[in-house]
C-alpha cells in the first residue's frame, strides 16, 4: 500500500465518538471580560454549553432570568444549597452564587461540554470534586487601570459596586496560580481565539478519548 491509498481502517470521526464533557471555568477579576469571552464561545461553539448559576444579586439591565442567571431570594437560595443541589457555591461581593448540580451532570455522561463563568473559590470546589473533568482558564486585566476602565465604561453597576469590585480585584488575581491557563485579555480577538484553541486541544486530550480505544486496538492488532 502507499501512503495515498486509503487505510483499511476508517478514520472515526473524534468529534462524533463518544467521550466524557468538560466542564471549561473561565475566572477572572471583575471586569476582566469572562463573560464577553463565554459569550463569543457560545456564539461559536454549537457542543459548548453554559452552566447557568443560580444567584441572590439583582439582575442587571438586560439580564435575562434562566438565560443569564437564576435569580432567587436568599431563602430559595439557601433551601437549594440544603437540599445539595449545588455542585459548589460561594459568596462573592456580598452576595451568594451557586452552580445547579443536576443539568451539568447528567449532560457530562451524554458528553456534552459546559462552560463556567465562576470565581476561584467555586473553581476550587469543582476541582476538588470533578478533579479531571476540570478545566481551569483564568483572564487577566492587562492592567488595573483598564479594569477599572471597563468597569466603569460597562455601566452596569453603581460608583460604590465598582469600587468594591476593584476592592476585591487584586485577591482575585492572587489566586491565578490555582489555574491551568492564564490569558492577559488584552486585544479581545486575540484572548477569544487563545481560549477556544485551549478548549479544542483539552478535547483532544488523550485521557478524554476513550472512543478511539476500539480503534487503537484494532490497528496495533497482529495481522493475520
Ligand atoms: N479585551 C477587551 N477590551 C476592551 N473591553 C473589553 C475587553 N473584554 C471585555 N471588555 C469590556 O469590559 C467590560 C467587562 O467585561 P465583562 O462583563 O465580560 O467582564 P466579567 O469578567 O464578566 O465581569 P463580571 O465578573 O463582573 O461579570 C464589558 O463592557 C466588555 O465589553
Ligand atoms: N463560585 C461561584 N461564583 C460565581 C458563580 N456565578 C458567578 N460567579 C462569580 O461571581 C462574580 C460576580 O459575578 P457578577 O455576574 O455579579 O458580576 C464573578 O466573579 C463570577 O465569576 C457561581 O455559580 N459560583
Redesign the pocket.
Known sequence: MTDLEPSALSIPDSDALHRRGLMFILS???????????RMLLAQDSRLHMSVSATTRAPRAGEVNGRDYIFVDQSEFDRMAEDGQFLEWAHVFGHSYGTPKAEVKAGLKEGKDYLF?IDWQGTQQLHQKMQADVVRVF?LPPSIDELRR??T??NTDSPDVIAA?MDRAKAEISHWDAYDYVIV????EI?YAKVAQILAAERMRRTRQTGLIGFVREMTAPEA
Not at 477579576?29 to 469571552?37: E, I, L, Q, R
Not at 485579555?185 to 479581545?188: H, L, Q, R
Request: with cysteine; charged share 30%.
Open positions: 477572572s477579576p471583575s471586569g476582566a471580560g469572562k463573560t464577553t469571552v463565554a463563568d483572564l471597563r468597569l465604561a460597562r469590585r485579555n488584552d486585544d479581545i484572548c
